[in-house]
């Protein structure tokens, strides 16, 4: 398996190289710090895998990646990036990269990555996907209204649905609607869930 490190910083490039290499399977054949130099590493050599750095001094690693898909169609592109943000992940998948690597990762997940994307499987950084997650359920609960905002709070204090009619001056009919309203709206699936959600995102006061 062929790989190229596209990285502005040269101790990046020798350290992904330092873990790779000690994989039979794996040849380091070139690297490149800014687009102009990968795009001829790329077209001469036609690496199978390429290690891509989204900040690559003045420029954006996203600009390489269209090029890379026509300079060589059947190439691998992983992200290996210090980016966290949620928007990069995103853009990065809609280009259609094969792997998304956060760069404090271990190296025996680099190496597990480059295996998996090399059989022609996603990776997709665990620490990414996690807050991911999380952002999604922050979205979910604006959807709430401001009487699901109120049954929420009551369910993470552990109030029974009679309890919590009382407390809101509504039916206990209504408040299993505004439960299950809840339930769909964040994908929980238990008063349980519902509870330690309201807790650990401050609805409770």
Same mark, same amino acid.
């Given at each position: &398996?062929?790989?190229? @490190?596209?990285?502005?910083? #040269?101790? @990046?490039?020798?350290? /992904?190289? =330092? ?12 690297? =490149?710090?800014?687009?102009?130099? =990968? *795009?001829?590493?790329?077209?001469? /050599?036609?690496?199978?895998? +390429?290690?891509?750095?989204? !900040? ?22 992983? +992200?290996?990036? @210090? ?7 995103? *853009? ?14 271990? #190296? ?6 480059? *295996? /998996?994307?090399? !059989?022609?499987r996603k990776y997709y950084d665990p620490s990414i996907m996690e807050i991911l ?7 979910? &609960?604006?959807? /709430?209204?401001? *009487? ?8 993470? !204090? ?5 309890? +919590? ?23 929980? @699936?238990?008063?349980t869930q519902a509870a330690l959600y309201a807790n650990k995102h401050g609805i409770?006061?």
């Amino acid at each position: &398996m062929t790989l190229v @490190s596209i990285d502005d910083y #040269p101790l @990046s490039r020798q350290g /992904l190289m =330092a873990i790779l290499n000690l994989e039979e399977e794996f040849e380091f054949i070139g690297q =490149a710090s800014c687009i102009d130099e =990968a *795009r001829d590493i790329i077209s001469r /050599l036609n690496p199978e895998i +390429i290690f891509l750095d989204l !900040k690559l001094k003045d420029e954006c690693g996203f600009d390489l990646i269209s090029d890379v898909k026509n300079l060589n169609p059947n190439c691998k592109v992983i +992200i290996l990036t @210090s980016s966290l943000d949620p928007g990069d992940f995103k *853009r990065a998948s809609e280009f259609g990269v094969d792997g998304y690597i956060i760069k404090d990762a271990m #190296p025996e997940e680099i190496v597990n990555a480059v *295996r /998996l994307v090399s !059989k022609g499987r996603k990776y997709y950084d665990p620490s990414i996907m996690e807050i991911l997650m999380k952002q999604e359920k922050l979205n979910n &609960m604006e959807q /709430l209204t401001t *009487r699901e905002l109120d049954v929420l709070a009551m369910l993470g !204090k552990g109030l029974n649905n009679k309890e +919590i009619g009382k407390g809101l001056f509504i039916t206990e009919y209504t408040v299993k609607k505004h439960i299950s309203q809840i339930f769909g709206k964040l994908g929980l @699936s238990c008063r349980t869930q519902a509870a330690l959600y309201a807790n650990k995102h401050g609805i409770v006061h």
